[in-house]
């Protein structure tokens, strides 16, 4: 199927080929896709788009009792079906019959967005799509091509998952993700690297914050950014100011607001280990697993391996915006409802571009080096990215390395390809590299292979005037130039 993505629709280019491929199956039965991502990301636009272009039909769930679910899907069939009257329904079981069943000779996407408030209050609802897909693949039906939608995530992830009645039903499964810092900085139509990693630290890359919650206002310099965060972040009259809260609230499973938010202030603090975060909230490590993986499930929190001791898994929050709120926000939210964002910013700045910025930055160069950069700045195209630890009893310290990354295994010693050191404000010194080469002679002697490890130095605040006059093969220079050509 070849249907042309409207312009007011920016990238998605890989969702809305797999979408026009899913509607555009031969396959002369009813199908199911699902797809998620948390609010703002532009499902809505896009799948309603998908919807107008194919001549689909597109029903949007709301918090209702079923009685109203069902009259507003009887009109919305009845003038698909020319009916002068609305559909009268009584029953799920009878809904999804209609749709199943509408006579089409070519396939036809319906699109049921918000899927979890319908199940809210009609938990049968997935159990009785699934009765009506496995009678039609026996005994045959209409091309429907069915989409279900949603942003609670624990929902959605769960939908296709285990013992669900859904699950090995779907031939879709797309997750609708956040613009990375590239397109987001396309997007913001920011040409400044550093004024766009700056921006990104706060908003991430989500859409919806740049058209509806600032109305298109975007920083337009270096310069103005500290009054852009004042004007459009820490100011109580726009939306984005109360969105971290909201992030949480969307989600159901989330009913304990205070734990969860005091588990997310705690990484924000930059506590990324599990006994780190729970020494902070004053628990046991076991007394947080539950929280810990709730948050994983929601998309709030992501786990990822020490690189170098695979037993020591550190957690990072995904979302800039919430870590801005731990950080800036809700420290000082009685001040800022008061409307003291200049009191607040002043001496919050430097806690934002230390807390904030600094750990942003790394993520953001660990992306680089796992997207974007390739065998062309390692010698060979990396399998993992990661950060990592190692320990230097010689010395009785231990050495943080920011971007480690590794090449695939071979059935040999593991090849480290590069291993990095990330720096927002200081400039960058030989000092630097000597750490790095420590490292280095450290892991060769214990096992990996070291042969052509590239040490690599970024910084946003430069380069002294010896290291780049010293840098070549061994050593990589990264600054944010780099980062975003």
């Known amino acids: ?32 896709g699902v797809v998620s991502g948390r609010r703002r990301r532009g499902k809505t636009l896009l799948l309603g788009s998908i919807c107008d272009a194919a001549g689909g039909i597109y029903i949007e769930g709301t918090e209702a009792v079923p ?12 003038a698909r079906l020319g009916s002068p009257a609305p559909l009268h329904f009584t029953s799920w079981r009878a809904v999804i019959d209609a749709i199943l069943d509408m006579e089409t000779s070519s ?29 039609r693949r026996r005994k045959g039906g209409a091309p429907i091509r069915l989409i279900l939608c949603g942003s609670a995530l624990t929902f959605m992830g769960g939908l296709l998952a285990g013992n669900a009645p859904l699950r090995g039903r779907a031939g ?44 298109d206002d975007a920083p337009r310099s270096l310069a103005d950014f500290d009054a852009w965060v004042k004007r459009a972040v820490l100011n109580p009259a726009r939306p984005l100011f109360r969105e971290a ?5 969307e989600e159901p499973d989330l009913r304990d607001p205070a734990l969860y938010h005091s588990v997310l202030a705690a990484v924000a603090e930059g506590n990324a280990s599990r006994g780190g975060i729970a020494n ?42 919430i870590t801005f709120y731990h950080s800036v926000m809700r420290p000082a939210w009685r001040e800022l409802e008061r409307r003291r964002a200049d009191q607040v910013w002043k001496r919050s700045r430097d806690r934002f571009l230390g807390g904030v910025v600094g750990p942003h930055f790394e993520e953001v160069c660990r992306a680089w080096a796992a997207d974007f950069a390739g065998a062309e700045a390692f010698g060979d195209v990396p399998a993992e990215v990661g950060r990592g630890v190692v320990n230097d009893p010689e010395r009785r310290t231990s050495h943080k390395i920011d971007v480690v990354v590794l090449a695939e295994p071979d059935g040999g010693p593991r090849k480290v390809l590069s291993l990095g050191e990330v ?9 630097h590299v000597e750490r790095l080469r420590r490292v280095r002679d450290l892991l060769a002697g214990r096992g990996y292979d070291m042969s052509s490890t590239r040490l690599a130095c970024y910084s946003a605040a430069g380069f002294d005037a010896d290291l780049l006059a010293a840098a070549d093969g061994e050593v990589m220079l990264v600054d944010p130039e780099r980062l975003y050509s």
Request: glycine share 4%; hydrophobic share 45%; proline share 9%.
């Open 245 to 249: 809260r909201y992030l949480l609230a």
């Open 107 to 135: 396939p036809l996407p319906v699109v049921i967005d918000e899927f979890p408030y319908l199940v809210k209050v009609s938990p049968e609802l997935p159990s009785v799509l699934q009765a009506a897909l496995d009678l």
């Open 67 to 78: 009685a109203e679910h069902f009259h507003v899907i009887g009109e919305q069939l009845a």
């Open 172 to 215: 879709l499964e797309l997750v609708v993700p956040t613009l990375d810092y590239q397109l987001a900085a396309e997007f913001w139509q920011i040409s400044d690297p550093r004024l766009a990693l700056l921006t990104h630290a706060v908003v991430g890359g989500t859409p919806a914050y740049r058209r509806e919650y600032v109305r």
């Open 423 to 431: 720096k927002w404000g200081d400039v960058m010194c030989e000092g």
């Open 280 to 321: 902070y909230l004053g628990r046991k490590a076991t007394d947080i697993n539950h929280p810990l993986a709730v948050l994983e499930d929601a998309g709030l929190l992501a786990k990822s391996p020490d690189m170098l001791r695979a037993a020591r898994p550190l957690y990072r929050i995904t979302e800039p915006l």
């Open 1 to 32: 199927m070849d249907i042309v993505k409207p312009s007011e629709i920016f990238d998605r280019e890989a969702e809305w080929a797999e979408l026009l491929d899913f509607i555009g199956d031969e396959s002369p039965f009813p199908t199911l």
